[in-house]
């Protein structure tokens, strides 16, 4: 039972245009959100979060934005760089987990075309 | 090196054998995580030690998964008498505690024939 989704597998982006990247979840329990970004042979990197008492986050070319109603977040990068070509996981956990047991979705590699 | 290692990088074994995955998480962090890939799938949770405490194995998938943590630092996962489905990406992340950001080694890839 994949209680994070990522739909998409794959995405290719222009460089320069923006990246918007999606994540569903279908545990109303998740308050606290994660995307690390995973570059071939090496582990995940933390990216950005956001806590559900919160719609967005920014942090310079990324934004995180949390639908709770739709039980849905995306991560915006803009504007896309080659750098930034890799596989983007979303993560969620419930209270009490606090950070430590993170539920991730499936990935989404992202190309940036030059 | 400042980040967390693991060993080894690849695993290739027979079904039925044992095999141990090596973590050395980053000095001084108090929190250290297995999590396993599979074709396909997201990141599974599989245990959680910090500091002293008794380890959170609530992932583990079944008893022939285990794990220790000596001294407080290195860890090793042990999977007993492994089988095809054991394969997947066994990644191993430390932090400075509860709550913190969770710095992910590079992974050991695991192949059971």
């Known amino acids: 039972d994949q209680q994070v989704k990522q739909n998409s597998p794959s995405l290719s982006v222009q460089e320069g245009r923006i990246s918007i990247l999606n994540c569903d979840y279908t545990?109303?329990?998740?308050?606290?959100f994660l995307w690390y970004k995973k570059y071939p042979a090496e582990g995940p990197t933390f990216l950005i979060s956001?806590?559900?008492?919160?719609d967005k986050n920014e942090d310079g070319r990324f934004t995180v934005f949390l639908n709770k109603s739709a039980k849905h977040l995306s991560l915006h990068i803009v504007p896309s760089q080659p750098g930034d070509s890799a596989v983007y996981f979303c993560?969620?956990?419930?209270?009490?987990?606090?950070?430590?047991?993170?539920?991730f979705g499936t990935g989404t590699r992202l190309t940036i075309i030059p | 090196g400042a980040g967390v290692s693991q060993s080894p990088s690849n695993k290739v074994t027979e079904k039925g054998k044992d095999v141990e995955l090596r973590c050395d998480p980053i000095s001084g962090h108090t929190a250290l995580y297995w999590y396993r890939q599979s074709l396909g799938q997201g990141l599974e949770f599989l245990i959680y030690?910090?500091?002293?405490?008794?380890?959170?194995k609530s992932g583990l998938p079944s008893d022939r998964f285990s794990a220790e943590r000596t001294g407080g630092s290195v860890s090793t996962l042990t999977i007993q008498r492994t089988q095809q489905e054991d394969s997947a990406v066994y990644l191993c992340?430390?932090?400075?505690?509860?709550?913190?950001?969770?710095?992910f080694g590079p992974g050991t890839r695991l192949l059971v024939l």
């Open positions: 545990n109303s329990m998740f308050d606290y």
């Open positions: 030690f910090q500091g002293n405490s008794a380890p959170d």
């Open positions: 956001i806590s559900s008492i919160k």
């Open positions: 993560a969620a956990s419930r209270p009490g987990d606090g950070n430590e047991k993170l539920t």
């Open positions: 992340a430390s932090s400075r505690g509860d709550q913190e950001t969770q710095y």
